[in-house]
């Protein structure tokens, strides 16, 4: 298997390198104009020289071009420099051109003095044929540039997302342990279960979370699960509710733990300040490829959702994974009412089969 995969690979660079597609190219190029003189002469020796001599001095120009004047005067902006020499390259190899041609058309005195009456054209398709090449090296290192650099961006993106997440994980984690270190000191018989919950949330960052995307039902098993630890956690203080409504028999697919931030806050910057009993109300609905995410906590009259107010890091990281992942793709409303603090979330998905 690795021998035939290091075929392949040796292969491939062959195929790709740049001897290889120019002696194509020139093959090609050749063929093509040996076809048109042999159809005009229908003489193979003259067809042949010919197109051998024009071909000599078209690569000469060609490359002096490509390996010469475009890279010490072309790239470096000395445009007209670059023009100078161009037309002086084409000034000295057509004559040389010419005169070949005029050689080895002895015998062919039509032929000859056609060839000097129409010399300002084979000037000309020099100068073109040198111009292009130009035109075709810019092109190709501008399309270069770009995939290289949508490359590194992309690499980037990558690597902000896997920072953004790994604060993520470390923030609910430690907020979760300050939960179960409570309940272990009041030894609580619940302390059991929210190791298990516990565990399981962790099984799914760990191992589902490192993915892109994951089952959109995965992420609504651990929000189930989140929320079954604040029960546990506030027991008979809080009212929390958690209603899901999705397109039957759809499968989507989501970006991992974009939903635990706004979570945490509802909890530890609306509930844990409530006086009295509170409450948390969660609600998701996806219909027609939209999932509609509501959050909505209980508050006192007196406070103030830190959350936006203090930046926190939760929402912080939550907002430009939001941008990173969705750009455009969805709509963030955040309402400060007398009584709650309410979080609107709109996200556009994608089917399961088509990620």
């Known amino acids: 298997m690795s021998d035939t995969l290091s075929a392949s690979k040796t292969r491939y660079a062959f195929l790709s390198s740049k001897p290889f597609y120019h002696g194509v190219l020139w093959c090609c ?6 076809c048109i003189n042999y159809s005009s002469s229908g003489n193979f020796q003259i067809s042949i020289g010919n197109v051998l001599i024009h071909s000599f001095f078209l690569a ?14 072309l790239s470096k902006k000395r445009i007209l420099s670059y023009f100078t020499l161009l037309i002086i390259s084409c000034i000295v ?6 005169i070949c041609l005029y050689w080895n058309l002895s015998g062919f005195d039509d032929a000859r003095a056609y060839l000097l009456q129409n010399q300002f054209l084979q ?7 040198a111009l292009a090449s130009s035109v075709f090296k810019i092109a190709k290192e501008w399309l270069l540039q770009e995939r290289t650099k949508r490359a590194l961006e992309n690499k980037n993106l990558q690597s ?26 009041k030894k609580s018989d619940k302390a059991p279960e929210i190791v298990l919950r516990l565990s399981d949330m962790m099984r799914y960052m760990l191992y589902e979370s490192n993915e892109k995307t994951v089952d959109l039902e995965k992420e609504i098993d651990s929000i189930k699960n989140y929320l079954e630890l604040e029960k546990i956690r506030y027991g008979e203080k809080a009212l929390i509710s958690f209603d899901y409504e999705n397109d039957p028999g759809e499968q989507y697919c989501i970006a991992p733990l974009i939903f635990i931030p706004f979570l945490e806050n509802a909890f530890k910057h609306g509930l844990s300040n409530s006086l009295d009993k509170g409450f948390v109300k969660v609600s998701i609905t996806v219909k027609n490829k939209l999932l509609q995410f509501d959050i909505e906590n209980s508050k006192t009259k007196e406070a103030k959702d830190e959350r936006f107010y203090k930046g926190g890091i939760g929402l912080t990281n939550v907002k430009r994974r939001l941008e990173l992942i969705f750009g ?7 309402s400060d009412a007398e009584n709650s603090f309410i979080v609107a ?8 089969s088509k990620i």
């Open 60 to 73: 000469l120009i060609i490359y002096t071009n490509l390996y010469f004047l475009i890279p010490n005067f």
């Open 123 to 129: 000037y000309f398709f020099m100068f073109f044929a």
């Open 160 to 185: 902000e997302l896997s920072f953004l997440k790994s604060q993520i994980n470390p923030h609910f984690l430690f907020n979760t342990l300050n939960s179960l270190y409570a309940l272990t000191l």
């Open 93 to 98: 190899f057509t004559p040389l051109e010419l």
């Open 328 to 334: 455009q793709n969805y709509k963030l409303n955040i």
């Open 29 to 34: 190029y050749i063929s093509l104009m040996f």
């Open 345 to 352: 979330l709109e996200l556009k998905l994608q089917e399961k």
